[in-house]
């Protein structure tokens, strides 16, 4: 995992992203439920005994490993941590990596993680929120003032902030919706879309910017990312012109940021050479 961090980090990847579940039920049929924001024709990535490393901690490694790429989290469910404690956290490796840390986050779709971190599941979109307003405070305010369960705290310290000018950028993960919107207004430097909207980003960001901006949010100063799909040739080889072919139409729309989650090969050389050629065709195809 760290050699193909130093990987993207020599070979000019934006952004190393990181996934996040503290603990996982035994219903990961829920993460293809509509109802949550999810898609019907996916299955969850691994069985309920699969391996899910701390974001935070992975990302704190990759810093003390790599120079220059962007370290993300793609989603961190911020509403399971203590919001005082995330915010020191985060802007700990902010500090250290160089100002390099973005906070993608989301509520999350399982219902057991919640239960075993004590919380409401019904809640989580109020958790989410005070959990962020709690960060910016801190983040940005020499003498911050925040509220823990209904009472107001003055005269709170909290150095060394995050290098970021305005503390560490956050990007909302969620579908097309009001709430989401109002979210994305009020905190986000960027947006994750979620369910549909990632399955069909280019009217989805249309939509997102009108709910946006009748929140008084401005949508032409947050970035939108969306997935890079892996395209295969007939042979099974990753074709990475094909898989870059639309990228201006979809930069024209308003995306960004691109995502992808190919399957890596195992030597790091070939890591290192794929990853290159990535970058060098990306590039091109926006000239």
């Not at 996040?20 to 293809?32: M, T």
């Not at 307003?133 to 003498?143: K, N, S």
């Not at 369910?195 to 009217?203: E, I, K, V």
């Not at 960004?256 to 070939?270: A, C, N, S, Y």
Request: one cysteine or more; aromatic letters at 6%.
């Amino acid at each position: 995992m760290l050699q193909i961090a130093r990987a993207a980090d020599e070979t000019g990847i934006g952004r190393v992203v990181v996934g996040d579940h503290i603990v996982l039920g035994e219903r990961l049929n829920e993460y293809a439920d509509p109802r949550l924001g999810g898609d019907k024709d996916r299955s969850f990535v691994t069985g309920s005994d699969g391996g899910w490393l701390e974001p935070l901690t992975v990302l704190a490694a990759v810093a003390a490993t790599t120079v220059r790429v962007r370290l993300a989290t793609g989603v961190l469910l911020a509403a399971l941590r203590r919001p005082v404690v995330l915010a020191k956290t985060s802007a700990t490796l902010d500090v250290l990596s160089g100002g390099r840390l973005d906070l993608g986050v989301g509520v999350g779709w399982q219902r057991d993680e919640y239960a075993a971190a004590g919380l409401d599941f019904d809640s989580r979109g109020a958790l989410l929120d005070q959990t962020l307003e709690t960060c910016g405070a801190l983040w940005t305010q020499r003498r911050a003032s925040i509220t823990v369960a209904d009472r107001q705290l003055d005269g709170l310290y909290m150095m060394p902030k995050p290098i970021q000018p305005g503390g560490v950028p956050l990007w909302i993960s969620g579908t097309v919706h009001p709430r989401v919107a109002r979210r994305l207004a009020r905190f986000g430097a960027g947006w994750i879309p979620w369910g549909d909207a990632a399955r069909d980003p280019l009217p989805a960001i249309a939509s997102m910017a009108e709910l946006v901006n009748s929140f008084g949010g401005d949508m032409s100063s947050i970035q939108v990312t969306t997935n890079l799909p892996t395209i295969k040739d007939g042979r099974g080889a990753i074709d990475i012109r094909r898989m870059v072919e639309r990228v201006p139409e979809f930069v024209a729309a308003g995306v960004t940021d691109f995502r992808t989650w190919m399957r890596l090969p195992p030597d790091i050389d070939h890591v290192r050479t794929l990853l290159a050629e990535l970058v060098a065709s990306f590039d091109d195809v926006l000239r």
